[in-house]
């Protein structure tokens, strides 16, 4: 079975820091596919960034970038220069590559930025 | 494009009613998928219809049901409700195409069972 891990219920940054969210995975599938999602207090979850499991590089997508350590099943979000508009709860999530869109999600890392 | 569609996006529900969700993909995207969030148990995956058909499930018992229609809009349906579905329901819509590892979640329809 596949499992997401994230290990820190909160962190707290400043704005214009960078912030590293940690993320574990557990699958004994070759192929497969990993998430990071936002979710602000409206409730709406927004794709941030996707990572397959045969990339040769790192995903990036404007601040945010996938730190991804195949070896030891890491996944983890770098936001870089972090705003007020970043606070918000954090989700990890996996998909095999089968063809079926299921998601296995994490328990969330909620993000507090600070002026 | 018009994103991802859910109503109603608050309901109120009592005991062994049954209620109706609604959610409308994005144009073009034949999958869509549901999730329960509480806080409790997080983000699970109830099912995922693709063309008219459930193509996978999660574990929930029966009592929770869905269906899709041609123009790819879906329905989920949950009979006898008990407290502990209180949550927010999430439903995703993906397409078919080159980035089709994106899915696009709609704003959430959040189910309070009294």
């Known amino acids: 079975a596949q499992k997401i891990t994230q290990t820190q219920p909160g962190m707290f940054v400043q704005e214009k820091e960078a912030v590293t969210l940690d993320c574990t995975y557990d699958?004994?599938?070759?192929?497969?596919?990993l998430f990071w999602y936002k979710q602000p207090s409206s409730g709406e979850m927004i794709f941030l960034i996707y990572?397959?499991?045969?990339?040769?590089q790192n995903a990036t997508e404007g601040r945010y970038s996938l730190n991804f350590q195949k070896a030891r099943k890491s996944a983890n979000l770098v936001i870089s220069a972090s705003q007020l508009g970043d606070s918000a709860m954090y989700f990890c999530?996996?998909?095999?590559?089968?063809?079926?869109?299921?998601?296995?999600f994490g328990t969330g890392t909620r993000l507090l930025v600070s002026p | 494009k018009a994103g991802v569609t859910q109503t109603p996006r608050y309901l109120i529900k009592t005991r062994g009613q049954q209620v109706t969700l609604s959610c409308s993909p994005i144009?073009?995207?034949?999958?869509v998928s549901w999730y329960q969030q509480t806080p409790g148990q997080g983000l699970q995956f109830l099912f995922e219809?693709?063309?008219?058909?459930?193509?996978n499930k999660g574990n929930f018992p029966g009592r929770f049901s869905g269906r899709q229609f041609s123009n790819s809009r879906s329905e989920m349906n949950v009979s006898t409700l008990e407290l502990g579905d209180s949550a927010l329901y999430l439903c995703?819509?993906?397409?078919?195409?080159?980035?089709?590892?994106?899915?696009?979640f709609g704003p959430g329809t959040r189910l309070t069972v009294t």
């Open positions: 699958t004994s599938d070759p192929s497969y596919g």
């Open positions: 144009s073009g995207h034949r999958s």
């Open positions: 990572q397959g499991s045969y990339d040769q």
């Open positions: 995703a819509s993906s397409s078919s195409g080159t980035r089709e590892h994106e899915q696009y």
């Open positions: 999530a996996m998909r095999m590559n089968t063809g079926f869109q299921k998601l296995v």
């Open positions: 219809y693709f063309s008219e058909t459930q193509r």
